[in-house]
């Protein structure tokens, strides 16, 4: 899909001065590759000024000149939308690269893919998408190699192809399947369910929201769903199939054990596998702070919520095998261990069935009355099984560096299913049968990428304070390191979220034109467990963009590249990464593309559901928070008259997570404060948003702007 094709437009307030109006001829901007473009559009200032109390010191004020742009709805920010869409189509327009682009983007995403089965008695269910379509499709195949079944035609969905469709879950006897329908990369999404016995839709539907948890009862009869209802909470309830979703019983979310749950309280639902039980997880924030886990017996009339954990700073995480729970968590083990649960007893007085290690354990799953342990060492996955009473069996042998998955499977039943991908290697999906230890490939991509031309490697680099960063490195092989050549470096370093050497069509396609790419693994995610993650929250979130910067300083040093040929691109907390990086150190990079960003940090936690990761960032309106976000916020430390590098901001209406008010405001201010004739645009999408779900046309015509935009500023 093209940008919106829509002229500048010109338009006013009668109350204020706020306009949107034609570039002026003046200031002229120059890309690389003989592209032009006049200066970018006129955007007025109306500024608005806050008074920030901050602890032991005199109040702050704070001057926001494009607070009307937070507005998404007025005529105003649809017309300035629509003049910069416009003047980033000028920029596209002269990019002689771009049809080359979009053939090579084609070639790497237009392939057929597959998701990991879920294993219902013969039957085999998963999404599969075919070269020539737009949206996967879900399917049904009776027996392991049998013949695929088309339940749910994905292409259908709407006229422009821009809604995609997920399982969401099947019964135990196979009988029912919920599945989600999503419209562009919206998070919320409607819910439906399919008879599996007679192939027909069921007639209740879940309305399109934001849901944490839907499960349908053993006897197929009834769903429990949680729903979030956004600025309140999320709550549970029941619904009867063959009633109306309006009278739905609420049976969880205002408050429990006295205390009121709120907006940033995460609350799913699941019934057990047996049917025995209803479990709510309670999430306190994003990354959780606490997670606490509740039970309601299903066989008893009226029965109450009892803890089985509740009351403790910790993260736990159960799956259970009959009547039998067991926990991952990180108490008092910040590198996760397993513990089984005892209802009525303190996690103190569990026994430890897998303990604590050097390598922090990133997902357990149990299969065929064994745990499957996924750990990462250095960033590297290793997998292996243990008996119910934690005696080591073996290992998964994964094939090389890269990120493998945890074995998906049943509690009960010996067929599991992994995958495994790197930088460099189309995933994989393989099938393990738990008895014998045999592994298949079950399914392989067919993307058009010889990986054996291409080599990837792991380095060490030093961060600012000492700290060791590991970071991995991909490119040809022979390709030279003599600082001329192009490099795409992305990252992230957050919510304890492990940023592994994964399969990306757009990293792949750099890497085929020559380019290095980099994935340096900050400080904020997972890697190294949660002591890794607490080294970047709160008043320590300079460390990330620390650890960032010396990544790149190694690769310059090391010569992989040189600051005008280093490109980098990030999204989300990724996208704040990107807007630390053009404003604290502009001089590293050639050009930036931004995607989805979190930018005005002083303000997130009044869009969307921003309030929910101020456990992770902390809140501008706390006195004693307020001073260390205000030093870093992108937004507030954009400098007039500096020599900025070429950037994309990329967002647009579909994201529903972090508000495109971000990239909305940053961009007429980064225009209008660079001195250095270097394009900076805005690429706003109407459907594209965080979750996935966007057409391959549009997918594809989305990442070959992104990466032509960032091949051609490099050169």
Known sequence: MRLLSLAILCSAVASSTVVVASAQADNPIHGKDGIALPAPPVVAKNPVVDTYKVAGAPDVQVTDNYRWLEDAKSPETRAYIAAQNAYTQKYLDQLKSLPEVRTGMSALLRTDTMSTPQHRGERYFFSRRGADENQASIYMREGLHGTDVKLIDGSTLSADQNTSVNIVGITEDGSLMTYGIRVGGADEQEIHFLDLKTRTQKSDILPSARYSGISVSLDGKSVYYSKLFPHVATRVFHHVFGTDVSTDVKIFGDE?????????DEV?????????????????????????????????ADAPFVPLVYGIESRFREFN???????????????????KAVLGKSPDEWPTVIPEGKDVIESVSLVDH????????????????YTLDGKAGGTIQYPGIGAGSALAGRPEEQDGFYSFQSIISPPTIYHYDTRTGKSDVFYASKVPFDSKAYELKEVFYTSKDGTRIPMFIAGKKGLKRDGSERLLMTGYGGFALSERPVWDPEYAWWMEQGGWFALPDLRGGNEYGEAWHKQAMFEKKQNVFDDWYAAAEYLIHEKYTSPKHFAIRGRSNGGLLMGASMTQRPDLWGAI????????????QKFLIGRTWTTEYG??????????IYKYSPYQHVV??????????????????????????????MQQSSSSGRPIILHY???????????????????????????????
């Open 256 to 264: 429990y054990n006295g205390q009121k749950l709120g907006e940033i």
């Open 268 to 300: 799913g639902a699941r019934v057990t596998a047996n049917g025995h039980y209803l479990i709510v997880n309670i999430s306190h924030g994003t990354p959780a702070v606490h997670v606490y886990i509740l039970l309601k017996d299903l066989r008893v």
């Open 321 to 339: 095998i009959g009547d039998d729970f067991f926990i991952d968590t990180d108490y008092k083990a910040p590198n996760h261990r397993v513990l």
């Open 370 to 385: 064994k745990f499957y342990v996924l750990r990462l060492h250095d960033v590297k996955s290793e997998l292996t099984f």
């Open 593 to 604: 593309w931004c995607g989805y960003p979190l930018l005005d940090m002083l303000r997130y």
């Open 619 to 628: 809140n501008a309106e706390d006195p004693t928070q307020f001073a260390y």
């Open 640 to 669: 007039a008259g500096t020599k900025y590098p070429a950037i994309m901001f990329f967002t647009g209406d579909g994201d529903t997570r972090v508000d495109p008010m971000n990239a909305r405001k940053m961009t007429p201010l």
């Open 685 to 715: 999408s109407v459907k594209g948003g965080h979750s996935a779900g966007v057409s391959q046309t549009q997918l594809v015509e989305d990442y070959a702007d992104e990466m032509a935009f960032l091949w051609t500023e490099t050169k």
